[in-house]
């Protein structure tokens, strides 16, 4: 059997929204992979400090309800059930014990891209994994330091964030298209970014 192929696709994902699935389901489709995890981070670190987080629970529970019922996309809990600060050298070594043989695939917007020589252990990082990375809108195009395999994929360029939803929640204005139904749904049972800037 052929070596499964599995895309790690991390974020806050505060809240997720179409940006994060469309580059989801493309990146999937383009390069064959078997699955591609929507890895929740538990503690992102490198946000802490700069706006409240909403708890890994109410972040987890809006993944799982935008990729339900879509083939090969998985929310995924590791970084939650580790705890303390995500850093992804970790989550990687996770998926290669649990996944012997696996190739992994680490997809990043340009934005996550350009900030790689900030990331804890980074060389690790490098060894387990092949980046992905796709354009974001309003973001410079990437620049990937030296030495990475990385390859590049073309998706729909959706102009969404998490931060201004967050803000549209806060100000009343309308999230529907921009996240799946069943988040908006989540959103609004959970009572979550109202007070939001
Ligand atoms: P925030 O505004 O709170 O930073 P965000 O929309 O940037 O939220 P993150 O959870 O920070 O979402 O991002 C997770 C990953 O998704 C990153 O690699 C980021 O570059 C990528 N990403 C986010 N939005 C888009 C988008 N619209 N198109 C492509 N990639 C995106
Ligand atoms: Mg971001």
Known sequence: ???????VFGGTF?????GHLVTAV???HDLHLDRLLLVV???PWQKLGSRPITPAADR??????A???VAGLEACALEIERGGHSYTAD??????????GAELFLVLGADAATGLPTWERVDEVRACASLVIVDRPGEP???VPDGWDWTHVEVPRLEVSSTDLRDRVADGRPLDYLLPRDVVACVRERQLYRGST
């Open 91 to 100: 989550t990687l070594a996770e998926l290669a014990a649990a996944n012997p």
């Open 1 to 7: 059997m052929a070596a499964a192929r599995i895309g």
């Open 141 to 143: 195009p990437p620049v």
């Open 67 to 69: 990729v339900a019922g």
């Open 26 to 28: 493309n990146v999937r």
């Open 14 to 18: 505060d809240p997720p929204h179409v």
């Open 41 to 43: 981070a538990n503690e």
């Open 60 to 65: 987890l529970a809006m993944v799982e309800a």
